[in-house]
DNA sequence: GGATGTTACTATCATTTCGATATGAAGTCA
DNA sequence: TGACTTCATATCGAAATGATAGTAACATCC
């Protein structure tokens, strides 16, 4: 896919540091506790090849820091940066899209760790409260 | 990438019907009110094979549905189901992620339609109210 | 009525990316 | 010394991508 990067859509700019499946489960996972190349790779039995490639490509883009845990035998981890964890909710919402229209048979539930009630996520517009997708809404292109 | 729609993550699940780039953005340009083959290709810049397939992809998912709107001569449109309006959210809230952190130059600005004022898209839990990301989540897999 | 235009594609094919498997590097541990 | 761990890279066939050209089925203009 072409370089997006230079549209004025945000949602374009988005897609082009994390616009493929494999780099938002591994920030599913990140963002669920997981930090080193193995973790990764066997939760998502992902070939090391591209996993090497996509952890490359999120730490470029700013989304993972790789971090020493271990200085003899040098050994590196993945952290999520504050970009990182602020991706978090658009995997929510798709998470939520998911099990509203693909959700047959047994799904795993997002918790809140604190009440143990099951998150129920919505996108609203925080000036209206209104939820998203039930006011129409227009594209304003700069000049 | 595998087929991950055995697992039981609902972001897995709704990854395999939407987890590239071009399907996200033509889901983005039907949700702005794009509807046929040319409009798609001249917005997008996306070869017409590409196209075609993501066309029908989106289709069989059933976030589109092909409908005749001339029958001589024939042409058909793409016109967004339920489904695939109900995933407006997720691309908003990746937008206002790019806008945050990949938001230099001028960026389009997403208005509602009937205030005018500018869209601030967040996620919260609709049980707590509290912002997604501000209160630590767990997974509950099914037994 | 032939030329040209419109719309929604398909054909072809070089390039790129993916992904499975094997291997390497830099150590530790017994 | 030899097995084990962890984070990768090398190789290579298969699959997807994408640029370009062409087609089918009409409408419209002169």
Redesign the pocket.
């Known amino acids: 896919?072409?370089n997006l990067s230079d549209t004025s859509c945000p949602i374009a700019r988005g897609l082009t540091c994390v616009g493929?499946a494999?780099s938002m489960l591994i920030l599913r996972d990140a963002s669920l506790g997981l930090n080193?190349?193995?973790?990764f790779r066997k939760s998502l039995?992902?070939?090391?090849?591209?996993?090497?490639?996509r952890?490359a490509t999120l730490t470029e883009e700013g989304l993972l820091e790789?971090r020493r845990y271990s200085e003899?035998?040098?050994?590196?981890?993945?952290v999520l940066t504050a970009a990182g964890r602020d991706f978090l909710p658009v995997l929510v919402l798709l998470g939520a899209w998911g099990r509203q229209y693909r959700g047959e048979g047994r799904l795993a539930r997002y918790i809140d760790a604190e009440t143990g009630a099951e998150i129920e996520p919505v996108a609203v517009d925080a000036v209206t409260g209104a939820k998203i997708g039930t006011r129409p809404i227009r594209v304003a292109t700069p000049e």
């Not at 080193?36 to 973790?39: G, L, S, V």
């Not at 039995?45 to 490639?53: D, H, N, S």
């Open positions: 896919m072409k493929d494999w080193r190349f193995d973790e039995g992902i070939a090391p090849t591209i996993l090497t490639r952890l790789k003899r035998p040098p050994r590196d981890e993945y």
